[in-house]
Structures are given as structure tokens and as C-alpha cells.
């Protein structure tokens, strides 16, 4: 799924750059863009960022 419609980011994309270490929002925008424009997407960054710290699924994370 799209996280960032700006700039095209999916929410694969996402969750890679956190496996790789990134853990703030501003890390993420900076490696790919997602929040970077608009700032719409930013919660749902965020999510992903919680749950995969967390160890739940990002979707349920967006969802709660």
C-alpha cells in the first residue's frame, strides 16, 4: 500500500528503511520522501515506525 502519495512511498519502503536502522520520521523522509511534502502520511510513518519497534503489524498499528 501507499503511505506517501507525494511521493510515491509504500509501506514496504518504509519498513525497510526502518529494518535498516531508521527510527524517526524525519530519518525516514530523509531516505525516501514519505512526509517530506504534504506531511498527510506522517502518522502513518510513524506507525510503521511503532509497530515494527514493537514487533505488531504496521497495518494494525494505522488501523488503531
Not at 517530506?36 to 488501523?63: K, L, Y
Request: glycine share 10%; with cysteine.
Amino acid at each position: 500500500m501507499f503511505v506517501c502519495l507525494c511521493t510515491g512511498v509504500t509501506s514496504k519502503a518504509v519498513t525497510e528503511l526502518v529494518a535498516s536502522g531508521a527510527s524517526t520520521s524525519k530519518q525516514i523522509a530523509d531516505a525516501c520522501g514519505a512526509g517530506s511534502d504534504c506531511g498527510r502520511c506522517r502518522r502513518t510513518v510513524r506507525a510503521i515506525i511503532e509497530a515494527a519497534t514493537v514487533g505488531a503489524c504496521p497495518m494494525h498499528a494505522v488501523a488503531g
